[in-house]
């Protein structure tokens, strides 16, 4: 079987448009042109599927992959800084934070917010103008602790939002990674604008291209 996978590879090195093909597609694509290669096609795919699966993890070691993560503003931190409360607190924890300039995010969404009684009952997916606004509350977060910003007042308000793209729906049992950049800050007039997007699993589930904000007493 290593013989076979060697020979195999020959054959993809000598073939561009097979090269990036998966062994068993490209010994395919290459079956016509001899009985070694049509011999290989079955090698191949019973290599394939003789690949094991990995071995189940515990449940300390799938914890362990979030050890690096800290925890800057814990969700104490956080309603000490925005004055949102249940059940319309959507940042739970921040992990990443640069003065003035970001911040990422993490919300948890579970079944027990009230959002999900009728949205929707036999499929429950959290409603895209929460995930904007669970976006804005952390620019929020990063813009009530700017320069100036204290002297203005201790509310923001949402005043606009452009180029929203949601790519995926956000379920109960989802972690919503969050992350936001201040593009302008006017402390004169308490005008802020921002980006942001957002994440499960590593694949984006909303995106946006400008979020604007007023700070008002």
């Known amino acids: 079987m290593k013989l076979a996978t060697i020979i195999l590879s020959l054959y993809l090195a000598s073939s561009s ?9 490209a010994a395919r694509k290459l079956g016509g042109k001899s009985k070694s290669a049509r011999k290989l096609i079955a090698e191949a795919a019973e290599a ?6 990995p071995p189940p ?19 104490e931190d956080i309603k000490g800084i925005l004055p949102h409360r ?12 640069e003065q003035g300039k970001r911040a990422v995010g993490i919300k948890s969404v579970t079944l027990n917010e009230p ?25 929020g977060i990063v813009f009530l602790q ?3 910003a204290s002297e203005l007042g201790a509310v923001f308000f949402f005043a606009g939002v452009d180029g929203v793209k ?3 729906p956000v379920v109960p049992g989802d972690s919503l990674v969050m992350e936001v950049e201040i593009k302008k800050w006017n402390k004169r007039f308490g005008i802020a604008t921002a980006t942001g997007r957002a994440y499960v699993d590593g694949e984006m589930a909303v995106e946006l291209d400008e979020m604007k904000f007023a700070l008002a007493k």
Request: aromatic share 10%.
């Open 17 to 25: 448009s097979a090269a990036d093909l998966p062994a068993s597609d």
């Open 48 to 53: 394939e599927a003789e690949v094991e699966p």
């Open 57 to 75: 993890r515990s449940a300390a070691e799938i914890s362990a992959l979030t050890s690096s993560v800290k925890t800057i503003f814990s969700l």
């Open 86 to 97: 249940y059940p319309f607190l959507l940042v739970d924890k921040v992990v990443e934070y």
């Open 115 to 139: 959002h999900f009684t009728g949205h929707f009952p036999d499929r429950p997916i959290m409603p895209g103008v929460l995930q904007v606004e669970a976006l804005a509350q952390l620019a």
């Open 146 to 148: 700017m320069e100036g």
């Open 166 to 168: 949601w790519k995926k």
